[in-house]
């Protein structure tokens, strides 16, 4: 298929690019069902889209004193004592002469690279997705596919969700319900995958599945799971149903009638 590109969430331009879930009441953007295991929703929710901004004036909370007896002192300039002596700052004998000059940079120590991480101020989902960023890399994919109406001559057709089983509270305790699953080395998940309803049935969400599953080995996962939901509409679930996975290269992990795992080796 020409014309596709896959690109990680990382930012708020890649953010602004998922696509919308084929039903309105639902959205991506807003979605925390899998990282808050007892409110977490799927609900669209418009206050989530807008980047959180401080209170006007707001100031940081002053530092409590370690004197409990100081505290109504806290906060006040202490005045100038007229009978306190004078100390000079103290000379060092073995700094440079050019003290004003920056000391050179040494060659040998080694060179932090700045580490890779969200804005502050993000939407509330963007901050979700960039947990993990500086240790485990990207959490969500979208997948664009050429469209010469589209701005940039694209547009996004399909969305995926993953990340270690550590980010995602409610996979956590999904496994729970089934002991007999592999507990070392622990899977990596797929927590969501979507294609948009104008693009359904070209292969899209197999495409994009296959280039997760290949980004999870290459960081290091032998295995990934994945929940679909059963007895929902196509357009209820971002889940995908059983043969969806099965396609996919996953087998049935657990054939539950309510919540199935389905697993792949990597």
């Not at 639902?26 to 209170?55: I, M, N, Q, V």
């Not at 002192?73 to 000379?91: E, K, Q, T």
């Not at 003290?99 to 502050?120: C, H, K």
């Not at 294609?195 to 599953?213: K, M, N, P, S, W």
Request: overall charge neutral; hydrophobic content about 40%; aromatic content about 8%.
């Amino acid at each position: 298929m020409d014309g596709i590109r896959i690109v990680d969430v990382t930012d708020r331009p890649s953010f602004e690019r998922i696509p919308p879930c084929a039903d309105p009441s639902f959205d991506h953007r807003t979605c925390d069902y899998w990282e808050d295991a007892d409110r977490g929703s799927k609900a669209h929710r418009a206050s989530w889209l807008r980047a959180a901004e401080p209170a006007p004036g707001a100031r940081p909370p002053a530092r409590r004193p370690s004197n409990p007896f100081l505290a109504d002192l806290a906060g006040r300039d202490a005045p100038d004592n007229p009978f306190a002596p004078r100390r000079a700052a103290a000379a060092n004998p073995f700094a440079l002469d050019d003290a004003d000059e920056p000391l050179p940079g040494n060659p040998f120590a080694p060179q932090r690279a700045a580490r890779p991480a969200v804005a502050s101020g993000a939407a509330p989902k963007l901050t979700l997705l960039g947990r993990g960023l500086a240790v485990f890399g990207s959490y969500a994919k979208v997948l664009l596919v050429g469209d010469e109406t589209a701005d940039g001559g694209e547009r996004a057709a399909a969305y995926a969700q993953f990340g270690p089983l550590s980010a995602y509270p409610r996979a956590l305790r999904t496994r729970e319900l089934y002991p007999r699953l592999p507990q070392a080395p622990l899977p990596a998940v797929v927590t969501c995958i979507a294609v948009t309803a104008e693009d359904r049935g070209r292969g899209l969400g197999q495409r994009l599945v296959a280039a997760v599953c290949d980004d999870l080995a290459a960081r290091g996962f032998a295995a990934v799971e994945a929940y679909p939901e059963v007895r929902v509409s196509a357009d209820a679930t971002s889940a995908a149903s059983v043969a969806f996975w099965e396609r996919a290269g996953f087998r049935v992990a657990v054939a539950d009638e309510r919540f199935p795992v389905v697993r792949r080796e990597l």
